[in-house]
């Protein structure tokens, strides 16, 4: 099975920072990458599918890329909305596979 | 578009019980279906998929054997039967729907809430 390794597991930013989350997949995954968000109570949210396009909806401060094996979630000026543990998750092979996730933590 | 769960509840290691989900909103027999669990204080893990005419499934190596995903599409249900329940087993099993029309290579863009499974003796 493809394998995702996320990157770094917690993160400590403020209020307007910009943070980047990495992803990279185990073999060549083409696009088939997706990004979700999490907050402690509710189900995850998808944010951005095919490794870059955002999902309707989502705020532009958010974006991603990459293809093949290698992957970034950027958040361009963080907001207090945005804390939370974000997934990334292949679906180019079942088993869809998801990362290890990454909380991102109010510093 | 709404998932609903239900039937999580409490079990003894070795035994056995079976998730429903409820879909409404949308063409459900059109869609392939997943189900994806969260552990205590863990990370999503992928746990089981379904085509939209129920023909094909898919499993995580972790359930293979264990768990059956089936889905009613006349009542517009999706299932997860569960047997040889392990203790690692418990956490929130959530329904979620693939985004594409008839298509399984897609990410899960509707999620229900999510039902509780504890496996306990």
């Known amino acids: 099975a493809i394998q995702l390794t996320q990157s770094p597991s917690s993160l400590s930013a403020s209020v307007g920072d910009r943070v980047t989350i990495t992803c990279r997949a185990s073999?060549?995954?083409?696009?088939?990458l997706a990004w979700y968000q999490e907050k402690p109570g509710k189900a995850p949210k998808l944010l951005i599918c095919?490794?870059?396009s955002l999902e309707s909806g989502v705020p532009s401060r958010f974006s991603g890329s990459g293809s093949g094996t290698d992957f970034t979630l950027t958040i361009s000026s963080l907001q207090p909305e945005d804390f939370a543990t974000y997934y990334c998750?292949?679906?180019?092979?079942?088993?869809?596979?998801f990362g290890q996730g990454t909380r991102l933590e109010i510093k | 578009v709404q998932l609903v769960e239900s039937g999580g509840g409490l079990v003894h290691p070795g035994g056995s019980l079976r998730l429903s989900c409820t879909a409404s909103?949308?063409?459900?027999?059109?869609?392939?279906m997943s189900w994806v669990r969260q552990a205590p204080g863990k990370g999503l893990e992928w746990v089981s998929g379904?085509?939209?005419?129920?023909?094909?499934?898919y499993y995580a190596d972790s359930v293979k054997g264990r768990f059956t995903i089936s889905r009613d599409n006349s009542r517009n249900t999706l299932y997860l039967q569960m047997n040889s329940l392990r203790v690692e087993d418990t956490a929130k099993y959530y329904c979620?729907?693939?985004?594409?029309?008839?298509?399984?290579?897609?990410?899960?863009?509707?999620w229900g809430r999510g039902t509780m499974l504890t496996v306990s003796s």
């Open positions: 979620a729907k693939v985004k594409g029309y008839n298509y399984a290579a897609d990410p899960l863009d509707i």
């Open positions: 909103g949308f063409t459900f027999d059109s869609y392939t």
């Open positions: 379904i085509s939209g005419s129920g023909t094909i499934k």
């Open positions: 073999q060549g995954i083409s696009s088939a």
């Open positions: 095919d490794a870059s």
């Open positions: 998750q292949q679906f180019k092979t079942y088993p869809h596979i």
